[in-house]
């Protein structure tokens, strides 16, 4: 029975429900059945999106028979706003190739956004408009990608400019969604990026890192948790080991979806993604 992994989503299924409970202005430790109820739509949203993802890299990794564990929920107590930093697997045994390792890192991503888009459109649906007004107090302002302006744009028609969306949780769960997938897609060492764009270049995959670290650095004086990204990818490396067999060459389909995959990022990216203002 694996203990570990269900204790941790327990914990964190207690501090997403604690988390929307709190977008929702309501105290927690009022009332337990209150931040149920209150933080219920929030919570299992965000960790629906979040199990789908874990779901397609180890569904995909027993199709290729690499030995991996069941996903471990990170939790996070309030005040951190989400309740969680993710889910992560563990893969036990080497990757044969690179094109199991295409498989398995990009099964990940696009399950989770196959997820995540439907869920912004349902919570930008309950979400209130409002027209702009200048406020002294401290309000947390979700930073837009482009997908999710474009989305908030078709389903309010309305100008970000002159308006504001009071985000539903669901909305708030699908923007952490969009805004991990583009997390996990950096191309760095061992995040679902990394894998793809070595799959993809090889041994390129190294000056990509480079390239993007170096995007990162001004960035992060917009938003100093870029810096907290880059200070963990440099424990954890910024380029990818060698697979077993470096000569297997990807399909056509395969070089379609990697494609699709860096659009997806591009689309998803969100340079400041948390103001408070």
């Known amino acids: 029975m694996p203990w570990v992994n269900i204790v941790l989503f327990l914990a964190t299924v207690a501090t997403t429900l604690v988390a929307g409970a709190m977008l929702r202005g309501i105290n927690p430790f009022v009332s337990p059945w209150m931040t149920v109820r209150a933080g219920f739509s929030f919570s299992a949203t965000l960790l629906g999106i979040l199990g789908v993802h874990e779901a397609g890299h180890f569904v995909m990794s027993r199709r290729w028979g690499v030995k991996a564990t069941l996903p471990y929920f990170i939790p996070v107590p309030p005040p951190f706003i989400f309740g969680t930093m993710g889910a992560v697997i563990k893969m036990k045994s080497p990757v044969p ?15 989770g956004f196959v997820v995540a888009v439907p869920a912004v459109v349902v919570g930008l649906k309950l979400s209130m408009v409002h027209p702009h007004t200048p406020t002294t107090g401290a309000n947390l302002l979700f930073g837009g990608s482009l997908l999710f302006n474009g989305l908030v744009r078709l389903v309010h028609g309305v100008d970000l400019v002159r308006y504001d969306i009071i985000l539903h949780p669901v909305a708030v769960a699908g923007w952490v969604g969009l805004f ?6 950096l191309p760095f060492g061992q995040l679902d990026g990394g894998h793809i764009i070595y799959s993809l270049f090889g041994c390129r995959q190294g000056m990509v890192a480079g390239l993007m670290a170096a995007a990162l650095v001004p960035l992060s004086f917009l938003w100093q948790g870029w810096l907290i990204w880059l200070a963990l990818i440099y424990f954890v490396g910024f380029r990818h080991p060698s697979v077993l067999v470096e000569e297997v060459s990807l399909t056509r389909t395969r070089w379609a979806l990697g494609w699709l995959t860096i659009a997806i990022f591009v689309a998803t990216f969100t340079p400041v993604p948390l103001i408070v203002g």
């Open 97 to 111: 190739h690179r094109v199991a390792l295409f498989d398995i890192a990009v099964a990940g991503p696009l399950a």
């Open 180 to 185: 991990v997938t583009a997390l996990n897609l």
